[in-house]
Structures are given as structure tokens and as C-alpha cells.
């Protein structure tokens, strides 16, 4: 989800770094929150924090916990379990509704989160109160903790499910930049509902051997597997 954060946070959100609680701010909620790392990581480089805080990342008396916190500038939602952020995404933008408020809310969910019924619930919610304010970006990587979606709760087709509970949706190699940009700039694409974006990924993109490999769900590399990965970023970043 590397890249959706990337988007996100250099082209669509309209946020203050130096005023992290700026009333007319966009609010993103991680609903995965166990990616964590990856929204601190972009949160630094942005300014809500020093760059130099992620090395305090799991230790004792960090703020920079192993699942998302709002103790960290810019987080506006601690989550973990999964199915709570879209459920209080749709509280958010209701909320912003009445209050006649132009900042908008985006949500980034995992497949295999998808399991929850509070997700449902909340996709049925959205379109009964209009709220075109929200978006749902679903990280469509097709692993989860045990097994591919496939073979675990299938999905598919999971564009159709989002279209049949009256959401807008808009389906994106996520990847891409510009296929991510594009299609979050135009958002909401239908006025009166809500926006679901399937950005297709592939877990571990980028290094040859985590690519779409169940085990790194959990592992964590050795330091000659985080020099290689790193070589193999480094070597294919366009940043």
C-alpha cells in the first residue's frame, strides 16, 4: 500500500503537516493498522513528525506502537482490530455532512479485512445518507494472515458487490501513480455516493523475494534480506 499512501499524502489530502489538528482537514483512517509502519513512514516524510522518530519504532515508551496510534501527529484513529475504521469513517463524514464542513474522508482497507460484517454494515450505511464525502481505498493484495482471499472468504467480484450496495467505484493497478492520482482527484465520481477504489497490489512489490509471498504477512527480514531489499528498491524507485 506503499503507493497509495505515497498519492495520498503527496497529491489528495489536504492536511497541515505543522497543524496536525486543523479543523479543515481531510481525515484518513488506516484501517489495516498493523501496515503501520508505512503511514508513520509517510507521516515523517511530510513533516508531522522527525524522520529520525521511526527508529524508535516498537521500543519501549515509543509512541510509534506496532499498530496505528493516535498519539502520533496526523493519526487521527488508533485501530488494529479489523472493521472498525470504514464504521467510523462513515461517523466522520455523517458528522461533516451536518455540519455543512467541506473536508472529506478516506479509508484504507485491507481484502481480507473485508471478512468483518461492521464493514458491510458501515458499505450499506454510506449510500442511505449520501455521504459522497467518503471514500473506501481497498488494498486488493488477495493475501491475508492465513491463506490467499481465494482460498480463505472469496471477494470476487468485489467491484460488483461495491456497485450492487450503491457505491461509485473505481478499480486502478495500485501501483500506479498515476492510474491512483487520477482517479482520487475526481472523487466523489457520482454526487450523492460514496467512493470505492480497488487498487489491485501485489504484497512485498518491488523485492523478488517477498513478491506475493504469504510468509512475509508476518516475517520480518534478516539484515542481509533488508540490504538486498533495499538494493532492490533503491534500484527501481523513480522517487
Known sequence: MA????????????????????????????????????????????????????????????????????????????????GHGLPFGCGKALAAKRAGAVWRTFVLLSDGELNEGSNWEAILFAPQHRLDNLVAVVDYNRIQSFGRVADVLELAPLAEKFKAFRWATCEVDGHDHGQIQAALAAVPWEVGKPSCLIASTTKGRGVDFMEDRLEWHYKSPDPGQLQEALRQLNATSTV
Not at 498519492?7 to 497543524?19: G, K, M, Q
Not at 489495516?32 to 513512514?41: E, I, Q, V
Open 3 to 82: 503507493d497509495v499512501l505515497a498519492v495520498l499524502y503527496s497529491d489528495i489530502l489536504r492536511v497541515r503537516p505543522a497543524e496536525p489538528q486543523w479543523p479543515g482537514r481531510d481525515r484518513f483512517i488506516l484501517s489495516k493498522g498493523h501496515s503501520c509502519t508505512a503511514l508513520y513512514a509517510a507521516l515523517a516524510m511530510q513533516g508531522f513528525f522527525p524522520i529520525d522518530q521511526l527508529m524508535t519504532y516498537g521500543k519501549d515508551a515509543s509512541r510509534l506502537m506496532a499498530h496505528v496510534s493516535h498519539n502520533v501527529p496526523g493519526v487521527e484513529f488508533s485501530t488494529g482490530s479489523l
